[in-house]
Structure formats: C-alpha cells, structure tokens
C-alpha cells in the first residue's frame, strides 16, 4: 500500500487507480501507437482522442511518435476510468490534476501490487442515484427532528423591550410577538391589555406598548 500511495497516478477527482490486471503487464520500452491500439483494442482514431483528453503526446522521432512507460501508466488509467463509466470531459477536466509518476520502476502491476485497501469506485450515474438518496434521508431526518422547544417567556421579553426602548411596533411585528392572527390585532380598539402590558394604539397600523404599571398610557 505504501509504493501505490506513493506512485500512483491520481486524478484528484475521481477515484484512485490501480491496476486490475485486465491489462498486459507494463512495457519496460517505449511503445508506437500501433501498440496501444492494439493493448487497449481501440481504433487508432479513439486512442488519439484519449492522448488529447490527458494531455500525453509523446515524443516524435522521425515519422512515429513513441509513448515512454509513465505515458502508457497514464492511458491505462483513463482506459480504467471510461471503463467504470466516466467520459472524456471528466478525463479532460482532471487532465490538469495527473500527478506525474516519480519512479516508473515503483508503477504498481497486476503481479506486484497487493492492496490491503478496498476502493469503492462510484460510477457517474450511481454518484447521482446516491447523492439522490443521500437528500432524501437527509430531508425525511429534517421532517421528523422535532422542532426546539418554544420559549414561554419570549412574547413577555419582547413586549418588555418595546416598552422599556419605546419602540413603536406595526401590527405584523405585534401579530408575530404575540403569536396571533392579523384579523384579531385588526379586531382590537384603540387600547387593549395582552400579557400584562397595555397596547395602544397610535396611527394606522401602529402600535406603542406600555408596562400596565406605569401611569403614562393615555
């Protein structure tokens, strides 16, 4: 596990690669794109559209271009990705994030590597089924949370602070203090008595509170 961290090739994101086998063991020389064509069983014009997707070109001598073993490593991986489900544009938009393999000799194969590490690999259509199913628990979690308790005494501290800030209240920020409909603050005449304070009423819509102690009301 300790070389494959060190040395794979990663797209930041997506999952990690490792070698399954599925594929022939890693060249030790540098390899034409007949070659290629033939280990990935793909069309010549295919595997030139995965070298554009990561950004491997090569190196041209003369008239062929050849592909060193890091560059082959890198090809293995998006073949391993298209074959999980992902596409070119999620190769292409995590082209920028390829680590570069630091020691080719270290590459893990098939028959050198043993993991003691289990990927979970999501394909892009479960990712979705998932994050789907991940909402739903989350919003059925919300639905069935019971709400915070209500604090008895909130209506007495507002009503309080109005009063001690002579604050002057419209009838909506009264409704939402005490808790009732807007007909019934509309029902009420130009004084009225709620939760030990005097309500009075000083314009069209708007309402001054006073404690029932003090004097000053009419």
Request: hydrophobic residues 35%; aromatic residues 8%.
């Amino acid at each position: 596990m300790s070389r494959l961290l060190g040395y794979l090739i990663i797209f930041m994101s997506l999952p990690p690669y490792e070698p399954d086998g599925s594929l022939p063991e890693l060249p030790s020389d540098e390899v034409t794109a007949k070659v290629l064509v033939d280990r990935y069983d793909v069309s010549k014009q295919t595997l030139y559209t995965r070298l554009a997707a990561i950004g491997v070109t090569g190196t041209k001598r003369g008239k062929q271009v050849f592909f060193d073993q890091s560059e082959v490593y890198q090809l293995d991986a998006a073949h391993f990705y298209l074959g999980k489900g992902y596409g070119l544009k999620d190769l292409k938009s995590a082209s920028n994030e390829f680590n570069s393999v630091q020691d080719v000799d270290s590459i893990p194969t098939s028959s050198s590597t043993k993991s003691d590490v289990t990927e979970l690999v999501i394909a892009p259509q479960q990712e979705r089924v998932v994050m789907a199913l991940t909402a739903s628990i989350r919003e059925a979690l919300q639905s069935t949370t019971p709400p915070p308790p209500k604090d008895p005494l909130l209506a007495y501290r507002q009503l309080q602070e109005a009063s001690d800030m002579k604050y002057q209240l419209t009838s909506q920020s009264l409704r939402e203090i005490l808790g009732v409909a807007q007909s019934t603050v509309n029902s009420w005449s130009g004084v009225i008595s709620r939760n030990g304070f005097t309500l009075k009423k000083v314009g069209a819509g708007k309402w001054r509170v006073y404690r029932e102690e003090d004097q000053d009301v009419a």
